[in-house]
Structures are given as C-alpha cells and as structure tokens.
C-alpha cells in the first residue's frame, strides 16, 4: 500500500461504545497505530462514536482536514452504518467513501484476552484502512414501489394489520389458510387481563375486514411463491377447492341440512374436536367469511363416487361445484407483513401427563372451547363421561421451560391459566388448584388481574407437575391425581381431581420453515421469525419490505399481538408513502463490451436478476432485482461483472491490509 | 541501409512453437524483414551474442523473447536485451504467463533431475550420472547454465512492455504488433496485444451454449466423442474459452478441441485459473459431497487443466514448498 501522494486522506475513529470496547480493545493504542498508518491524517478514540458530539467530530475534521475518505471502527455495520455514512456525507464527501470496521460483534465482543484483541483490532482497521483507499463515489438509485400490500394470515394480528392499512386508503390482499379468519382468539370466550368478551372485540373487525373496499380477503388460500424484491414482488397464491363457488354461496347452511348424513358424524376442527360436524359445513356460526366448504376426505362423493349428491341439488344458487380445483393467481405488491401465528404445543409431547389417554385430561384450547358460550356446550362444562367437575387442576407449563420440549417460557400460559380458574370457578363452582414453577404475570394490569382472581379461592401450589395418573381409590376410576412437589413446603403432594386442563405453550406453526424459505426471511432454531433488531427494527426481516407481526415472531399476549400489528402497518404506510425505495448502490454491472456472451452466469442468480439478451449476444444485470450477493461476480469466468463496493481492488486491498502484520510490533505494554 | 528498426528475437524455456510463428507469417515475413533490420535470432540467423553486447543501450527499438525463465544463461540473455532495447515485449504463453515449462512448478528441482536423469521408464543411467555445471578436462574448463529452483516469467526477471499471448501466438497478433512498433503508435504499457474479450465472443458454437447449464460430469476428449455442431462446455469438455482472450480465431474450438486457454486471461482477471474453476464450480449439479466427488473424477489433474498455462504467472506461481 503505498502513499498516495496526498490525494487520499483518510480520518480514522475508533468507538469505546461506553466500555462495551474499550474494556476488551487498547483504544488508544489502536488509535496511535492507525495514525502510522499510509494516508490517514487524522486519528481519534471517542467514547460514543454514534452520538451527536460523534458525528460532529468527524463532520468538522472532513471540512478541517480536507480528509477525503473515513474509517469507523465500532459496532456492527448493521447497527450504524448509515449513521457514518451519513456524518460523511454531511461533511461534504459522497457517503461511500467510508468503511467501518466491527470491533464490538467481531472482536470485543467475542474474545477472552484483551492483547489478542487489540492486535485483531490492529489488523481489522489496517485492511479499512488499505481498502477505503481504493473506494468509488456511488449514488443510491431510487425505484417506484407498488402501493398494494399482501398479508399473510388472518388472525387478531393480520387483521389489524390489514385494517389499518386500509383505512389508510390502501389495498390489501389478506391471504387465509382456513376457511376462516380469525385464529385463535376466534376460539376464546373472554381474553385476560380485563376478561371481556372475546368475540365481541373480534367479530366486529372480521366482519369490517370482510366489508372493506379495499380489502381482497381470499381465505382457503396460501401463498406458493413469492418473487422480486422490496417494492416490487410477485406473489402466487393458491386457492384451494371449497368445491363451493365463494361468488354464489351466501351461508344459508341449506346445503348442510340437505347432506345425506342425517347426523354431523366427523370430528370438527374448530371445537377442538369436542363436537361433530358433517361433510359439508360452516368452520363456526360467525365464521367470515359466511361460505360453507365441503372436505373431500369425509365426503361420499370424493370417497366413493356414490353419493346423491343432496347438497348440490338443495342449493338454490347453484353454488355448490364437485368438479372445483386449486386455482391458481399471481398478484403484484410492495410489501408483505407475515402474521402467521402460532401453534399450541401437542400435549401428546408430555406422555406422563396421559392426555389422550385419560380422557379427564384436557387442553387448554380444548377448555377455552368448553367455556365458550357459543362452543359445543353453550359453555356448559361437560365432561367426556357426562359429569361436572367438582376438582380441577391446570397444570402449567406444558411443553414450555423443558430441555426435552421447548426450552423457553411461552408467556400467555400464566395468565390464560389464571383467567381460565376464573372461568371454570365461575361456570362450576369447583375447587381450582394450579400448579405453576413461577406465577409469570408482566406487563400492564396483568399483576392486578392475577392477585383479583387469586382472591376468589383458587390454590395455587408451587410445583412442577411430575405425574398424572386414574385414582386407585374411586371404584369408577375417573379421578385423577395430580402428583407434585409443593416446593414452598417441600412436600410432594397428590391431589385428586376431576379435571385437568393442560396449559400448552407456544410453538411456531409446523411449516414455518417452508414459509420461511419460500419469503427468504430468517428464523431461530426453534422456529419463530427472526426480527431485524429488536430495539432498532422489532417488526422488519432481514428481508426488506417484509415484516412481521403477531407470534409468529414469539409468543405473546393479544394487546403485544396487535401492537406490533399496528407496527409492522405503520412501516409498511412509511415505505409506500415515500413512494419509492433507495437501493444499496452494491449492485453488480455487466460491462457490456468485455462480456463474451458465455452465459455461465445466467443461470446462477438467485434473484434472477440476469438475462441473456440473444439480438447483442450479451448478458445484462437488471440492477433493480440485483442484490448484490456477489455469485455471479465470482462465476464470470472473463472478470466482466463488476460489483459496486466489492471490486477487485478493494477486495485486493482489503486482504493486502490483513495479511500485512509483519510490520506491527508486537509486543505491547499493558499498565 | 541500416536506417530500418533494429528488432532481436530470442527463445528462453520454449518449445520452438513461439518460432515456427515467426515463420507461419508466410509471406509477410518478406514485409517484416523489408521493414526492419534483425540484429538476433538464434534459429534463424547467425548472429552471437557478442555482436549484441557490441550494440549501444537502447539501439534496439524491440526485443521479442519467448519462452519462461529457468536458467542463468535466460537471465542472463533477458537482462541483456533489456539494456539494448527501447521495447520488450514477452511473446508466447510461456514468456508472458510460464507456459507448459511453468508446470514445473509444482514439483523441486532435485524432483526433476532425479525423474528425468534416474527414474523414468526410457531412462538407462546405472551410474546416477547427472549433467555438471561446470567440467575440466584436459586443461579446458566447459560450462553449462545452472537452473533455478523455479521458473518464472519474463517480467518477473525483468521490465516487460507489451505481450503477445498464444501458445504459439497466431502470426496475425504478430503483424499487427509489427505494424504498431512501426508506426509508433502504441498502446499504454502493460498492454496485451490481443483482444480484451474472452473466445467465446469469436466462438462458431457459441449460439448452442444453454443459458441454464450444469455440469454432472466432465468428459475427457480422448474418451468421447465431440458434436462438433454443441458447444463443448455445454457437452461437459472443460472448453475454457470463456476465461481465455481470444485472438486465436477459435483454431481448437473450431477444430472441435476444447480451448486449453493458452491465450490467459482477460485483463480483468488476475488468476485465470481461480476464476475458471470459480465459475465451473458455481455451475456444479450436486446435491452431496458424493455427487461432488464423482463429477470430480472427471478433471483428474486440476493444474494441468486450468493452470496449463499460468502456473508462475497465476497468484499461485508454484507449489508453496517445493
Ligand atoms: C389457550 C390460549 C389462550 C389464550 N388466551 C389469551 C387471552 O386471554 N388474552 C390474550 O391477550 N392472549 C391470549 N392468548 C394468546 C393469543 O392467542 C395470541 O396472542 C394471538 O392469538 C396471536 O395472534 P396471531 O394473529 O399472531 O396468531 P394466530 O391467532 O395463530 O393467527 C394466525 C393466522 O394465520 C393463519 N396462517 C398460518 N399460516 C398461514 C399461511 N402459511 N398462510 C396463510 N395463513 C396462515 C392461521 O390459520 C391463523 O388464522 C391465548 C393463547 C392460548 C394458546
Ligand atoms: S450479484 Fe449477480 S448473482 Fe448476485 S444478485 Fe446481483 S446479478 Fe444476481
Ligand atoms: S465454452 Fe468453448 S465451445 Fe463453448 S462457446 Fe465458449 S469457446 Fe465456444
């Protein structure tokens, strides 16, 4: 790396992040070195780099010290970038004459022994340093984005999300797996903290979702594909046959009545199974939107081809269509927001719980069903065998804080458990026991809920429930005992019951990972969508122009749900009111004279950014779908895509940089 | 008389193709020894080195020198017609880049000598003899050139102006280079005299080249049979026409052998061979180690196939310890 004569002056910064780097790095002695190195005319420690008094510092030095080019050593990339791109834009420079170097994620962060990372520190800012030299000015490129949004799910979060974006005068598509919209809190009687009615919170805003102009609600439906890029995708959907014609059918349930099978015989789905339903059905009464379905796997006709097909001839609006299949509709967006939700976590997971096997064992969804004055029951709490509950133990914690299931605490089961011992008090006047290892009760009210209901009589004993098993002691055997240690007294106690409900906890749905690949966002290992930050950009993917809302992100109660619906609408109002969206200028080119039309990397994009143009025999990058991953700049086997940010000479420079440690002393005094 | 240019011509580690280049000028040979005055060339004209030394610095107006750099006398030579000359420029494969003799660097000298003076199969040396650099006999002392450990290319010993690449290069880059050096109009230094674009652009087969292609396996010319009517990559013969400049007007391609890319690298490309092998292995079809493994049988010597010619030239230059 040599000297260039004085055209390049670089100003270098290194950030203490309070002691977040300080403490691991010798910052000064960073600074100093840096200082020795070629080019660099200025050089600084600074405790907040990021803050006002930071950008300041190097704002002025720029106009004071004609510094052509800037180095930041600090945090992720991710976290400030922008801000020093920034700062060097306002002092005068094009904001791409700038690098940072991660000393906290890559460094501070991540080592043990202060000497080591202060040299990694030393090598890291060296090849900065060398590579900003060779920087270009480049301008961010601007793109129209498309005002229509797509939401995927229609639970209390995808139908927030599409309510207020509506009524922001946008058009939503609302894209619903079920035949219904909804989702769990479909299934509730009433909600903690304030235990009012579920449905009447509900009901309300799927029948605005249904009524909306510019709402398109498809329920039945899924996305296959998604294609493009912020501003501008393309999404394929699928409907699914209802083997009803959606246009025609207007509820009147007429069909239903007219079914062969005289009695509902097929377990339903809604009611957790509590109740049945016939082949063709309405999922529940309120149920939008109000169109009927037919499922092939109970139905005679799809079994056996022989079936009279009553339910065809009873409707009088021909609406009924045994011959329906997948349709299939591609629809262009800007934005999707993800609000896929939640599945409970299968009791069946916990075996020495015996649900499934006892049949007084039952799910806490299974229960919110029991209550529900529109349930199988009319909230009559009946169980199984016929009989009222007179004892009733809710275990906690199924599935949840538990190696061998999910490791962490899904957060709602506390206080559901709570509301749900209010519930079944309140419908059966029965003994309520819970069994918790913590009361886990955060967040506003949520306390004051607890201690109120604490005071109607529940026990709560402190215990992880370590067996379920029938009462040797009840000639009919249908009691259980609840087997736990009372850990506040030390004891192991058994309690005999007559009722257990099972508080599952959250888990992500079964195909989040397909879903999740098919959008190309992230997740965690166990399966929830990864936020970009979660302080920073709590409702974005690492994808721009999709976000997320609801528990598919993580568990969490309807008020945090709906928050972060409104969230995730506000972003997405922000991208398409600004009207169009800056690209990262790190976009590869084709420079079209040196291409020799070998087409090796027209197959590789994986954003499918490059096509073959057969009149000039050339390939070309269309830079608006270019993400800049860089595939094809390593595949051209000729060296003629050029990619903005990562050319030759600044990749060059950059290992030049690292690898040129001979020159550092090594040996360094630390007081 | 001697008011024309004066132009050397000198081979170094070469096969003589660089040569027989020289002569395929058919009868623009006769335009080029009109033109200019030869005050060198050792296969061709009875010229010594010391006429040469006898020459004033700089009184050559270009050397062209061939082949790589392997022994003291090449050095030697090199730096010689370097302070005769105005003009070098490396011509051939094996001057610009190390060519064929350029393999040698994968292997130690000793490894070399051992090989070819004891353990190959045509080989009868039962006394181990090896050549000497120096023997006396009778009162007389004779010398031979000692080698080097490694061979390297022309501008790696000395300054080079231009190349002229090709294995051998094609007598028309040479007449255009000619004709450039006498009208004096010259590119920037450092230029290779070909065409900055890769062969494909002047490929006949290039039209059939399918725009999703993967590779399951690689075929070996010997072993199969050639539609000469497909382009060769397309059929799984490593044609490494779209790394190599082209120049040549196709020759292998056309006579439906796959390019070995003599002519190097675009000037956008450091290491012809990384980059080939980048981009044949973005275009792998496997899903498992395995399948990697198999289609790999089918390029069994890696440098010879994409450093064929480039080895002292390449980032690589030779086995890191010989
Ligand atoms: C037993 C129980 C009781 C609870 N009680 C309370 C309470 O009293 N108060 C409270 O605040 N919270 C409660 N919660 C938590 C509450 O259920 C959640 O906060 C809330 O339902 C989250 O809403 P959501 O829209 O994110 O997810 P969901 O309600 O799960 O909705 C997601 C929707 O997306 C659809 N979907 C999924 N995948 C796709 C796809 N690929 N394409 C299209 N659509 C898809 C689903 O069919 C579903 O309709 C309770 C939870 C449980 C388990
Ligand atoms: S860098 Fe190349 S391969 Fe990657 S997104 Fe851009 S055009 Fe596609
Ligand atoms: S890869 Fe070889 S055969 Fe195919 S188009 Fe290029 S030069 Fe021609």
């Known amino acids: ?671 | 008389m001697s008011e024309k240019p004066k132009i050397a011509l000198y081979w170094c580690a070469s096969c003589g193709g660089c040569e027989e280049s020289v002569v395929d000028l058919a009868e623009d040979i006769l335009f080029v020894v009109d033109n200019v005055d030869i005050v060198l060339w050792p296969v061709g004209l009875d010229f010594k080195k010391k006429d040469v030394e006898a020459m004033p610095d700089g009184s050559i107006v270009a050397s062209l020198i061939n082949g790589a750099i392997r022994t003291t006398e090449q050095e030697e030579m090199a730096r010689m017609l370097r302070r005769k000359s105005q003009v070098v420029i490396a011509y051939g494969a094996c001057a610009q880049l190390g060519g064929i003799p350029g393999l040698a660097n994968q292997f130690s000298l000793e490894t070399i000598l051992k090989f070819v003076y004891e353990e190959a199969p045509s080989v009868v040396n039962e006394l181990k003899t090896r050549p000497l650099e120096r023997f006396k006999d009778n009162g007389r002392t004779t010398e031979l050139p000692g080698l080097w450990n490694v061979v390297r290319t022309l501008d790696q010993v000395i300054d080079v102006e231009y190349y002229i690449p090709g294995c051998p290069p094609s007598p028309k880059l040479l007449k255009e280079a000619v004709l450039a050096l006498l009208s004096g109009h010259l590119p920037p230094v450092g230029t290779v005299l070909a065409p900055d674009i890769a062969l494909c652009e002047e490929c006949s087969k290039k039209d059939t080249k399918p725009t999703d292609l993967k590779f399951e396996s690689f075929k070996r010319t010997h072993l199969w049979e050639v539609d000469p009517e497909k382009c060769l990559l397309s059929q799984g013969f490593l044609c490494m026409g779209p790394a190599t400049r082209s120049g040549c007007g196709a020759l292998c391609v056309e006579g439906n052998m796959p390019c070995t890319g003599c002519y190097g690298p675009t000037s956008r490309v450091r290491d012809q061979g990384a980059k080939f092998l980048s981009s044949i292995s973005s275009s792998i079809g496997a899903d498992s180690v395995e399948d990697i493994d198999k289609i790999l049988v089918g390029i069994p010597d890696p440098v010879g196939t994409f450093y064929r010619y480039g080895l002292p030239g390449s980032m690589l230059k030779r086995k890191v310890v010989l």
């Open chain 1, 1 to 671: 790396m040599e000297k260039k004569n004085g055209q390049i002056r670089i100003g270098f910064y290194i950030c203490h992040c309070g002691s977040n780097i300080a403490s691991m790095v010798d910052v000064a002695k960073v600074s100093e070195y840096a200082a020795s190195l070629p080019n660099v005319v200025v050089s600084k420690d600074y405790k907040y780099m990021c803050s006002d008094p930071g950008q300041e510092m190097i704002i002025n030095d720029i106009k004071e010290n004609n510094l052509t080019r800037v180095v930041v050593a600090a945090c992720s990339p991710f976290l400030h970038e922008n801000t020093f791109r920034n700062a060097t834009f306002q002092g005068g420079l094009n904001q791409f004459y700038f690098q940072m170097v991660n000393t906290r994620e890559h460094n501070a962060w991540v080592h043990l022994e202060a000497m080591a990372t202060t040299e990694k520190a030393l090598d890291l800012v060296r090849a900065a340093i060398y590579r900003v030299a060779e920087h270009k000015p480049l301008e961010r490129k601007k793109v129209p984005i498309h005002p229509d949004v797509l939401v995927l799910g229609g639970g209390i979060a995808g139908i927030h999300s599409a309510l207020t974006l509506a009524n922001a005068g946008k058009k939503v598509y609302l894209v619903e797996r079920e035949p219904t919209i909804g989702g769990h809190m479909a299934m509730f009687d009433k909600t903690f903290p304030t235990l009012d009615c579920a449905a009447c919170i509900l009901t309300p805003k799927m029948s605005a979702v249904k009524n909306h102009p510019n709402i398109v609600l498809w329920t039945y439906a899924e996305i296959v594909g998604l294609d493009g890029f912020v501003g501008s995708y393309k999404a394929k959907i699928k409907h699914k046959p209802r083997y009803i014609i959606e246009e025609l059918c207007v509820g009147c349930n007429d069909c239903i009545e007219a079914c062969v099978y005289k009695e509902a015989r097929f377990l339903d789905e809604f009611n957790q199974g509590l109740s049945k339903r016939k082949p063709v059905y309405m999922p529940f009464p309120q149920a939008t939107p109000q169109i009927v379905l037919i499922d092939p796997e109970t139905c005679i006709h799809f079994k056996s081809a022989k079936c009279s097909q009553t339910c065809v001839t009873s409707c009088e609006r021909n609406a009924v269509d045994l011959q329906q299949q997948p349709r299939f509709e591609e629809i262009e967006v800007g934005t999707v927001i993800v609000a896929t939700g939640f599945k409970p976590v299968d009791a069946r997971k916990v075996p020495y719980y015996g649900y499934g096997n006892f049949p007084g064992v039952y799910t806490a969804l299974e229960v919110e069903r029991l209550i529900n004055a529109s349930g199988p029951t009319q909230g009559e709490v009946v169980l199984r065998d016929g009989s009222h509950p007179k004892t009733i133990g809710i275990v906690h914690c199924v599935g949840s804080r538990d190696k061998h299931t999910n490791q962490w605490c899904s957060r709602v089961c506390c206080l559901y458990s709570v509301k749900l011992a209010h519930l079944l008090k309140e419908h059966t006047g029965a003994d309520i026991y819970n069994f918790y290892i913590d009361m886990r009760t955060p967040g506003k009210m949520m306390e004051e809920f607890y201690n109120r209901i604490a005071e109607e009589g529940m026990k709560f004993i402190r215990g992880r429930v370590a067996d379920i098993y029938p009462d040797r002691d009840d000639p009919q055997r249908k009691r259980l005992i609840v087997k736990a240690e009372d850990t506040l007294i030390q004891e192991i106690i058994k309690i005999p019951v007559d009722m257990v409900v099972l508080s599952t906890g959250l888990e992500p749905r079964e195909d989040a990972q397909e879903v999740r690949r098919m959008l190309n966002i992230t997740c965690s290992t166990e399966g929830f969508y990864i936020e970009r930050h979660p302080k920073l950009a709590p409702v974005n993917t690492f994808t721009d122009g999709i976000f997320l809302a609801g528990c598919c992100q993580g568990p969490k109660d309807i008020p945090d749900t709906v928050a972060q619906a409104g969230a995730a609408a506000a972003e997405v109002l922000a991208l398409i009111d600004k009207g169009y969206i800056e690209i990262e200028p790190n976009t590869a080119y084709i420079n079209e004279e040196e291409c020799s039309g070998c087409k090796s990397c027209v197959p590789l994009c994986p954003y499918t950014a490059i096509s073959y143009i057969e009149e000039k025999k050339k390939a070309f990058i269309n830079e608006a779908l270019c993400k800049g991953c860089g595939t094809c700049v390593a595949a051209c086997p000729s060296g003629s895509i050029i990619q903005n940010l990562f050319e030759d000479e600044e990749i060059f420079s950059e290992i030049e940089g690292i690898l040129n440690f001979r020159n550092i002393q090594r040996e360094m005094s630390y007081a």
